[in-house]
């Protein structure tokens, strides 16, 4: 088993819609990065967490650090907002080390 | 699947000394590898786009002279840290993708000490 895992694998949705893409992980962690990366380019970091909820623009993250799980939300969805979304993780115990989510790759169709 | 091996896992050195970090992807053709630096308690940034057989391409706020970025094959792509320095110290990742749309394949990361 995965010490990441995300949900869904892939996801196609219609202009407007609420987006939720899910993480859990398995491991200690001191942190929790949601990623994103448009076709052809390289990732860009939408937020980083440890604790709570975190807001910007369109984009909501939130985590629960009691069940290890983390949703990235998208309102309003928009074209624009098609991408793979990857959800990495900041083990405690293991130097630091980073392990990511095999991503969600999200469609939004106009 | 995929696999991005990433070399060496640590390195320690004294100021001054340059250090190359391999990124290679060990069962598909890498057309586009990617480098990350992440400082303590941030994000991860992207220095840096390098496709086969072509210059990389840097982030703003990227040194392209001290951070040698060279991808000469399709399965390999090297980061040198050139003359290093305390402030340099940071975990540095690689990821390579076999197309621009594919899924990104993430080294193990480089943890970049310097004394």
């Known amino acids: 088993k995965n010490e990441v895992e995300q949900s869904p694998q892939n996801l196609t949705a219609q202009e407007g819609e609420f987006i939720t893409i899910n993480c859990s992980y398995s491991?200690?962690?001191?942190?929790l990065h949601w990623l994103q990366q448009h076709p052809g380019g390289g990732i860009v970091s939408l937020f980083m967490?440890?604790?709570g909820k975190k807001k910007h623009g369109r984009l909501i993250a939130t985590i629960n650090i009691q069940e290890k799980h983390s949703s990235l939300h998208i309102t309003a969805s928009h074209p624009r907002d098609s991408a793979v979304y990857i959800c990495?993780?900041?083990?405690?115990?293991?130097?630091?080390?980073?392990?990511f989510g095999k991503g969600t790759r999200l469609h939004i169709l106009p | 699947g995929a696999v991005v091996s990433q070399h060496p896992s640590w390195v320690i050195c004294k100021s001054g000394t340059s250090v190359k970090i391999e990124c290679r992807s060990l069962d598909f053709q890498a057309t586009t590898m990617f480098w990350y630096r992440q400082f303590p308690k941030q994000s991860l940034m992207l220095m840096a786009t390098?496709?086969?057989?072509?210059?990389?391409?840097?982030e703003q706020g990227v040194e392209k002279d001290k951070f040698l970025i060279n991808h000469a094959s399709l399965t390999l792509s090297t980061l040198t840290v050139t003359s290093a320095h305390p402030e340099d110290s940071s975990f540095y990742i690689c990821?390579?993708?076999?197309?621009?749309?594919?899924?990104?394949?993430f080294g193990d990361g480089t943890r970049l000490s310097i004394l």
């Open positions: 990495a993780v900041r083990l405690t115990n293991r130097d630091d080390k980073i392990i």
């Open positions: 491991v200690g962690i001191s942190a």
């Open positions: 990821s390579a993708s076999g197309t621009g749309w594919g899924p990104q394949h």
């Open positions: 967490l440890s604790s």
């Open positions: 390098s496709n086969e057989g072509s210059k990389a391409t840097y």
